[in-house]
């Protein structure tokens, strides 16, 4: 069974770029989530996305955005980036919304902003 | 004050002890508890959870719960070198798949 699937697994921007970062789900799985994990403030919640909808939102601005497909599928999108955006993004699926925490994460993806 | 607290190491312990880990919590709201596990360069992969106060046993790991005090504890007995990573507690809200996760904490297990 394949596990989450992020691409790109390495990406360098400058400031004022705009990102967009992909994850495929485990199959069958339907719930979607994205972290950022950086070495100041660690593993933080960006959002969460259940068919189609976004159902839960993490403290970060405007400029982080994501969206889910039919598919599961999700992709999340950085506008007008800056240096504290430098992290690795990490994205994680599980079958339903049952709060138990049991995500399936996967490598991620590490952005670099320069 | 974070929601979570984890002590981040770096833990460093000779192969074969025991390696202690354990976070404090302060909104009791939370109601599981979840150990993760981070090799360098992957994600997190999901070690143990635990609903209830008391101890829970897999293999050479423990988790400990103790809600009166809001502190949770992993134990990982007879410790290997492949066991060398970044553990991560992590506390989910009742509903949806929104962890919120201790700073982690670096072990080093030495052959």
């Known amino acids: 069974k394949a596990g989450v699937t992020q691409t790109p697994r390495y990406l360098i921007k400058t400031r004022g770029q705009q990102v967009t970062l992909s994850c495929s789900p485990i199959?069958?799985?339907?719930?979607v989530s994205w972290y950022q994990q950086t070495p100041g403030q660690g593993l933080q919640f960006l959002f969460e996305y259940f068919s189609e909808t976004q159902r839960n939102k993490g403290n970060f601005p405007g400029r982080f955005s994501g969206r889910q497909f039919s598919n599961s599928r999700s992709e999340m999108n950085v506008s007008t980036l800056e240096l504290g955006d430098s992290a690795l993004y990490l994205c994680a699926s599980s079958f339903g919304r049952v709060g138990t925490g049991e995500l399936f994460f996967g490598e991620g993806s590490r952005l670099t902003v320069l | 004050q974070k929601e979570v607290e984890q002590d981040p190491g770096p833990l460093s312990v000779p192969e074969g002890a025991i390696v202690s880990l354990n976070c404090t919590y302060s909104?009791?709201?939370?109601?599981?508890f979840m150990w993760y596990r981070q090799y360098s360069r992957k994600g997190p992969e999901l070690l143990m959870y635990?609903?209830?106060?008391g101890n829970k046993e897999d293999g050479r790991f423990t988790a400990q719960v103790d809600k009166s005090s809001k502190y949770i504890s992993l134990f990982i007995r007879d410790s290997q070198p492949s066991d060398s990573a970044t553990y991560l507690c992590?506390?989910?809200?009742?509903?949806?798949?929104?962890?919120?996760f201790g700073g982690g904490t670096r072990v080093l297990v030495k052959p």
């Open positions: 909104n009791s709201a939370f109601q599981y």
């Open positions: 635990t609903y209830s106060s």
């Open positions: 199959s069958g799985h339907r719930s």
């Open positions: 992590a506390l989910p809200r009742a509903a949806g798949n929104k962890l919120t």
